[in-house]
C-alpha cells in the first residue's frame, strides 16, 4: 500500500541534499511523476563487504520511499564485470574473468536479497554497452575533448572542460600537484584520465578504431546511464568515495559528449566505520555481509544500517546492532496479535498526525532517524490501544515498517527464530 496513492501527494515538498550544489532542493523531476535514477554497483571482483550494504541500503530506502509517495521510479544499477581488480583476481585464481564474475555476481545477489535490497530495474553490463563506449569515445575525440595516444589508450583532456571539479570542489591545481602518470602512459597532461585501454597479452579486449582494448571503468558509467535513462535524467548516485574521481570524470564525459546537463540531483551515502576505525583488511576490521550475517539476523543489520540518515557516516558496533535488535523487536512486539493488514483511510484523524510526521521526516532528505522516531511514538499508541483502533495504528506501523523494507517477517515467526537461538544457547552451556 502507498502512503499516498493520489497525484497530491506529490505536490509536497520533498528537499534532496544535491552533491552538486551543495545544497538541500527542493526535488523536481523532468517527467511528472517518474523518476530516472543511477546509482553506481559493484565491481564484482570479492564478496560485497559492510560499507556496500550501506550504501545499497540506503538507495534501497530512498526508492521505496519515492514509490511510496507515488513516483514511478525506473531505478537502474550497473554491474561492473570488467576492471582492473577483476582481471587480476582472476589471474590470480588462474580463472577466465568471467568464472569469476558469474560467481560473485550470485554471491553479491544472494547478499542482497538477504538485506532486502530491491532488484533495480535494469542491471546494465558494461559488457553489453561496448559499442556505444566506443561510439562515446569517438564522440570525445571528434570534438576535441579526447585523443588517442601512440600505444592505443585514449585519454581525456581535462583541461580542456570547463567545468572540471564542479562536483567535488577540487581545483585542477591541486589536481596537478598530486597527479602521478605511470610510465606506461602516454598522456599529454598528467591530470588526463583513460577511457580506452590497450589490451595486454593475455586479457580480455574488444576490438575498436584505436585497436584490441577496453573500456575505462568512468566511461562504462556514462554510457550505461545515458543508454538507460537519456542524456539528462534526474538522480545519480554511489558510494562516499565515488565523489572524485569517478563521478566527476562521468560529468565530463557525459556533459562533453551529448552537451547540456547529465544528472540533475547528485546524492552521496556516508561512509561506514568500524567502532570509529575506518574499515580496512590492513587494520583487521574488515567485514564482509556474510561474516556479519553469520552473528545477526539479516534484517537486524537492514534496521541498524536503515536508522542512520544515508548522508551521515554509520559507526558499525557490537553495541549498535544489539541496540537495532532491541528496537526490532519492539517494533514487532507491537505488531504481535493485531490484524496489521488493514486498508486505511489515512485521513483519519488517529492516523493522520503520524503520517504527516512520517512523511516530514522522509521529505527532509529521507531523515530516517526521525521518521523512525515517529514509528517508536506509534509504537506507544499500539501499545495503549484496543481493537480496531490498535489494528489501525499497526497496519500504520506496517507501512512505514514497508518503506525502510523492514518488518517483512510474520511477528510469530520472528520472535519463534529468537526462541531457536536462545534453546541453541542453552544447549550449549
Ligand atoms: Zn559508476
New binding site residues.
Given amino acids: 500500500m502507498q502512503l499516498a496513492s493520489d497525484k497530491r501527494a506529490l505536490k509536497m515538498t520533498l528537499n534532496v541534499y544535491n552533491t552538486l550544489t551543495r545544497q538541500k532542493e527542493e526535488f523536481k523531476p523532468l517527467k511528472d511523476g517518474k523518476v530516472g535514477m543511477y546509482v553506481?554497483g559493484m565491481t564484482v571482483y570479492d564478496f560485497c563487504h559492510m560499507g556496500h550494504a550501506r550504501v545499497m541500503v540506503s538507495f534501497d530506502v530512498i526508492v521505496r520511499y519515492l514509490r511510496h509517495i507515488g513516483y514511478d521510479v525506473n531505478y537502474i544499477r550497473?554491474i561492473t564485470e570488467i576492471d582492473d581488480k577483476i582481471i587480476n583476481r582472476a589471474a590470480e585464481n588462474g580463472e577466465p574473468f568471467n568464472v569469476l564474475v558469474d560467481r560473485m555476481v550470485e554471491a553479491m545477489n544472494e547478499d542482497f536479497a538477504k538485506l532486502n535490497v530491491l532488484t533495480p530495474n535494469q542491471e546494465p553490463k558494461a559488457t553489453d554497452h561496448i559499442d556505444g563506449i566506443v561510439n562515446m569515445v569517438q564522440t570525445l575525440i571528434d570534438k576535441g575533448f579526447a585523443y588517442a595516444a601512440s600505444n592505443g589508450d585514449v585519454y581525456y583532456r581535462v583541461r580542456k572542460f570547463e567545468g572540471y571539479g564542479k562536483l567535488s570542489g577540487k581545483i585542477l591545481e591541486e589536481l596537478e600537484s598530486g597527479a602521478r602518470v605511470d610510465v606506461t602512459e602516454e598522456k599529454e597532461d598528467p591530470l588526463d584520465f583513460v577511457l580506452w585501454k590497450s589490451a595486454k597479452p593475455g586479457e580480455p579486449s574488444w576490438s575498436s578504431p584505436w585497436g584490441d582494448g577496453r573500456p575505462g571503468w568512468h566511461i562504462?558509467?556514462s554510457v550505461m546511464s545515458c543508454n538507460c535513462l537519456g542524456n539528462n535524467f534526474d538522480i545519480h548516485g554511489?558510494g562516499p568515495d565515488?565523489k572524485f574521481p569517478?563521478h566527476e570524470n562521468?560529468i565530463a564525459q557525459s556533459e562533453a559528449a551529448n552537451g547540456g546537463d547529465y544528472a540533475n540531483t547528485w546524492m552521496h551515502a556516508g561512509a561506514l566505520r568500524i567502532d570509529g576505525e575506518k574499515m580496512s583488511k590492513s587494520l583487521g576490521n574488515f567485514f564482509t555481509i556474510r561474516d556479519v550475517l553469520k552473528e545477526y539476523d539479516a534484517e537486524v543489520i537492514r534496521f541498524f544500517l536503515a536508522s542512520v540518515q544515508y548522508r551521515s557516516e554509520i559507526n558499525y558496533s557490537q553495541e549498535g546492532l544489539q541496540d537495532a535488535q532491541a528496537k526490532l523487536d519492539r517494533l514487532y512486539n507491537a505488531l504481535k496479535g493485531t490484524d496489521f493488514n488493514l486498508e486505511l483511510d489515512l485521513t483519519d484523524s488517529v492516523l493522520a498526525r503520524f503520517v504527516a510526521d512520517f512523511k516530514a521526516a522522509m521529505d527532509d532528505d529521507f531523515n530516517t532517524p526521525k521518521a523512525i522516531a515517529v514509528m517508536f511514538e506509534l509504537v506507544t499508541q499500539i501499545n495503549k490501544a484496543e481493537g480496531e483502533e490498535k489494528n489501525k495504528l499497526a497496519s500504520l506501523l506496517k507501512i512505514f515498517a514497508d518503506v525502510l523494507g523492514c518488518l517483512q517477517t510474520d511477528p510469530e515467526e520472528y520472535f519463534k527464530q529468537g526462541v531457536d537461538v536462545d534453546e541453541a544457547y542453552i544447549q550449549d552451556m
Wanted: overall charge negative.
Fill in positions: 553506481c550497473n562504462e558509467c554511489g565515488l569517478h562521468e
